[in-house]
């Protein structure tokens, strides 16, 4: 975690989430019309500074487009936790059941969509639970996604982005996240990229599914810092 730099076409960034906060602009070289030249005694300058660098990342020839610059308030970076938005996305698509249901691929479910593979209590046919012990299950649930996200990622990353990301994952697994074309996209800073990703996820049982579809936009557009709730 921490600021990272973002090679592209264009110019060499200093990042912070998804925003350059410092960049350096390619010039032509004197001698060879497909060469470009950077200036090295500023990015030099970038490795003295308390927030130095912890990564590179190349995305040339990519045509997507140049990274935004900060606005004098960056987005907020992620702290290991899901914020109230993506709490808000978990609750609204998994609802409150206070008795043990099949989802729709058949697993047995109770709570806001807790399953016997997220840990304790083991969902059985009949297991009946208070609407407090489902807030309860639901907190202790999130830990093991919120470590799961955050030990996954490799770039400094947005509270909308890692929020969005945990509500994924509780929805497909960590393991899924961890295998995908989204992680990937984003860990090498193509944002963009990596939020259409999550459009792609709309299947259960070999059927697309419209409540799936309205997920995945609602967090799509939480990964983007855009207006989720008309997905709710």
Request: aromatic share 10%.
């Amino acid at each position: 975690m921490g600021t990272w730099i973002k090679a592209t076409d264009a110019a060499i960034y200093l990042m912070d989430g998804g925003y350059w906060i410092d960049r350096i602009d390619k010039s032509p070289s004197s001698n060879n019309p497909q060469e470009q030249v950077l200036d090295v005694v500023a990015m030099a300058a970038w490795m003295m500074r308390t927030d130095a660098p912890t990564a590179m990342v190349f995305s040339l020839g990519t045509g997507y487009p140049e990274p935004p610059p900060a606005s004098t308030a960056p987005p907020p970076t992620a702290t290991g936790q899901i914020n109230d938005d993506g709490l808000l996305i978990i609750e609204s698509f998994e609802g409150l059941e206070l008795t043990a249901y099949q989802d729709s691929v058949g697993i047995w479910t109770i709570g806001y969509g807790h399953t016997s593979m997220a840990g304790p209590p083991t969902v059985t046919p009949g297991l009946r639970i208070s609407e407090a012990e489902a807030e309860r299950i639901l907190q202790q649930d999130l830990k093991v996604f919120e470590r799961g996200v955050d030990a996954a990622l490799a770039i400094a990353t947005t509270a909308d982005q890692f929020s969005a990301m945990v509500s994924f994952a509780f929805n497909v697994g960590v393991g899924a996240l961890e295998d995908s074309t989204l992680l990937r996209k984003h860990n090498a800073g193509d944002f963009v990229g990596a939020a259409d990703e999550f459009l792609r996820w709309v299947f259960a049982g070999g059927q697309k599914l419209a409540g799936l579809e309205r997920r995945r936009n609602a967090e799509r557009a939480l990964y983007l810092s855009q207006d989720y709730m008309i997905y709710l």
